[in-house]
């Protein structure tokens, strides 16, 4: 089993991370606990009846994104309150990143703030999600537009639990995956050669991923726990993923799928800018389809969407764009116009990279 320590400068926690090694550290952590203390699982009615955690009290609750909102956190609370739950209550997050954000809000404003820790059982909640004290849930206007910087008491990533995910739900990490591999060179030929093993859900390799996906984010937490400024970069294809996500009510697009959409926009829109080289660009998309993510049409009202992207700064949106591969800035761009809006309509980002379709078919506010 492999330990990654997080420490920003308001909490210190650890990750575990093994193939039927991370529960088991689980089980032994809790023995640590007082014997009085009162312990509380949420989880969901897909993995409750898959996984057997332990004799603890339960919440159960549905984890679809689109109850990711302040009317589940309400009905969370309300069963907290019947059981008793007190400020030592320690509450363990068991599922995916819904449940993840969902508990570590919750657990950050109830009793003005109670113990929890992460069990996390989807691939993007252990290669993302799990740690970095987000805890966002989704308001009508926007994708976790509100919500808390609340730290876990200790990460236990067992990719043991990804057995039983499904092909979508899997494929939904890596779209995650791929954005980190992004950041990261060495993640990126990782991903290019071992794409067989990843697909087979092999335990070393999934072990081998989760582990640099954590250190990549542990580097940008640790120096910017409050998303001011370098912590940024992890917002890479979320401009546009967000915006995706918003636009379609959480219904058509898993978080992944999104944010590869938001990838082939973030490439495409970074050669634009002549930021990168066209064989950047052309990697990051076949990358991209390698893994079976394909470029969409995004229509106008999906940039209106972005107008409500919680990173602008008044009238601008703060993009991340890419360089080379490994290597990311912020550029920083006026919203865009109505007009504008207009003419990215016809814009395929696909066509785009292929070369297809000229630059100059795409204006922006800025040109
Ligand atoms: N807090 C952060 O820093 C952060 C970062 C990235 C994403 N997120 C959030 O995470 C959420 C997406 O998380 P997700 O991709 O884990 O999706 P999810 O939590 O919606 O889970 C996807 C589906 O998989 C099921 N599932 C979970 N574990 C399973 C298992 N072991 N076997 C079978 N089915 C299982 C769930 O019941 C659900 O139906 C989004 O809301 C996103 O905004 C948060
Ligand atoms: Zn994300």
């Known amino acids: 089993m492999k330990t990654i320590t997080i420490r920003t400068q308001s909490h210190t926690y650890p990750v575990y991370i093994g193939y039927k090694t991370a529960l088991k550290q689980?089980?032994?952590?809790?023995?640590?606990?007082?014997?009085?203390?009162?312990?509380?699982?949420?989880?969901?009615?897909?993995?409750?009846?898959?996984?057997?955690?332990g004799n603890f009290k339960k919440i159960i609750i549905a984890d679809d994104e689109k109850n990711k909102n302040l009317k589940t956190a309400q009905k969370v609370i309300h069963q907290l309150i019947c059981l008793k739950a007190d400020r030592h209550t320690l509450l363990v997050a068991f599922g995916g990143g819904v449940i993840g954000d969902l508990t570590g809000f919750i657990a950050s404003i109830y009793l003005r703030g109670i113990p929890f820790v992460s069990i996390p059982t989807t691939l993007l909640s252990q290669v993302d999600s799990s740690i970095g004290g987000k805890c966002g849930i989704n308001?009508?206007?926007?994708?976790?537009?509100?919500?808390?910087?609340?730290?876990?008491?200790?990460?236990?990533?067992?990719?043991?639990?990804?057995?039983?995910?499904?092909?979508?739900?899997?494929?939904?990490?890596?779209?995650?995956?791929?954005?980190?591999?992004?950041?990261?060179?060495?993640?990126?030929?990782?991903?290019?050669?071992?794409?067989?093993?990843?697909?087979?859900?092999?335990?070393?390799?999934?072990?081998?991923?989760?582990?640099?996906?954590?250190?990549?984010?542990?580097?940008?937490?640790?120096?910017?726990?409050?998303?001011?400024?370098?912590?940024?970069?992890?917002?890479?294809?979320?401009?546009?993923?967000?915006?995706?996500?918003?636009?379609?009510?959480?219904?058509?697009?898993?978080?992944?799928?999104?944010?590869?959409?938001?990838?082939?926009?973030?490439?495409?829109?970074?050669?634009?800018?002549?930021?990168?080289?066209q064989k950047t660009a052309k990697q990051i998309h076949a990358l991209l389809r390698q893994y079976e993510f394909y470029p969409q049409k995004i229509s106008s009202q999906v940039f209106s969407h972005i107008t409500q992207d919680k990173k602008r700064m008044g009238t601008v949106i703060p993009w991340i764009l890419i360089k080379d591969i490994g290597t990311v800035c912020q550029y920083p761009l006026p919203i865009l116009s109505q007009e504008n809006l207009e003419r990215i309509k016809s814009w395929k980002a696909h066509k785009e990279i292929a070369g297809t379709l000229t630059l100059n078919d795409i204006r922006l506010n800025s040109d």
């Open 26 to 53: 689980f089980h032994y952590w809790i023995k640590s606990l007082p014997k009085t203390q009162n312990i509380i699982v949420i989880t969901s009615p897909k993995i409750n009846p898959l996984y057997k955690i």
């Open 139 to 277: 308001f009508p206007q926007g994708k976790n537009l509100i919500g808390s910087f609340y730290h876990p008491k200790a990460v236990f990533c067992d990719p043991s639990f990804l057995r039983s995910l499904s092909e979508r739900d899997f494929k939904s990490g890596l779209g995650e995956i791929i954005k980190y591999s992004i950041l990261d060179r060495s993640l990126y030929k990782d991903l290019l050669q071992h794409k067989k093993e990843i697909l087979e859900r092999k335990p070393d390799i999934l072990e081998k991923i989760i582990f640099k996906c954590l250190q990549i984010k542990k580097k940008y937490i640790e120096c910017d726990e409050k998303d001011y400024s370098k912590r940024h970069a992890l917002n890479l294809g979320h401009t546009v993923g967000h915006a995706l996500e918003t636009s379609t009510h959480y219904c058509h697009l898993t978080h992944g799928e999104a944010i590869a959409q938001g990838l082939y926009f973030a490439s495409a829109l970074s050669l634009k800018k002549k930021l990168c080289r």
